[in-house]
């Protein structure tokens, strides 16, 4: 058996039209993003209720609901708790979004954001995974 110290690297350089079709290519991001303004809002809910935001967060879950087959669960729950779980955790500016593990795979790559309009305000999953949501947007189905 050799220990390879020997081995040379070599790099080839791609064609153009090989390094075209990369660039195109959707880059796909692991974990889960959380905007600026999701974190303000997680750490004032956290606050209005009375919680440490290094204690506390938003944790997200899937649960089987809905027409298109799946909906999303937000509360705001303890860290140490989800840590116990094996819950996956994210963090930017001080807030911390922990996803339920057997959930996460259904939301990698995603992003949390807060949305406010006219109509409603709330925080908003960013999913690329979704294959079809249900009319009134309350559900969806994930890419097979």
Same mark, same amino acid.
């Given at each position: 058996?050799?220990?390879?110290? *020997?081995?040379?690297? $070599? ?7 090989? @390094? ?10 692991? =974990? ?7 974190? %303000? ?5 956290? @606050?209005?209720? =009375?919680? *440490? ?6 944790? $997200?879950?899937? $649960? ?7 909906? /999303? ?19 930017? *500016? ?5 996803? %339920?593990?057997?959930? /996460? ?8 954001? /807060? ?6 305000? =709330?925080?908003?999953?960013? *999913? ?13 189905? $994930?890419?097979?």
């Amino acid at each position: 058996m050799s220990d390879c110290s *020997n081995v040379q690297k $070599v790099f080839v350089p791609l064609d153009k039209d090989k @390094q075209a079709s990369l660039a195109e290519q959707p880059v796909i991001k692991s =974990g889960i993003g959380i905007t600026d303004k999701a974190a %303000e809002k997680i750490l004032y809910f956290c @606050q209005q209720t =009375g919680k *440490n935001p290094e204690e506390y967060g938003l944790k $997200v879950s899937v $649960v089987k609901d809905g027409c298109s087959g799946n909906s /999303y669960v937000m509360d705001i729950a303890s860290i140490a708790e989800s840590k116990e779980a094996g819950d996956k955790f994210f963090a930017h *500016n001080g807030a911390t979004v922990m996803v %339920e593990k057997l959930s /996460y795979m259904f939301v990698i790559g995603s992003d949390v954001d /807060y949305v406010e309009t006219l109509l409603m305000s =709330g925080f908003q999953m960013v *999913n690329p995974n979704i294959k079809k949501t249900c009319s009134c947007g309350s559900s969806f189905s $994930v890419k097979g």
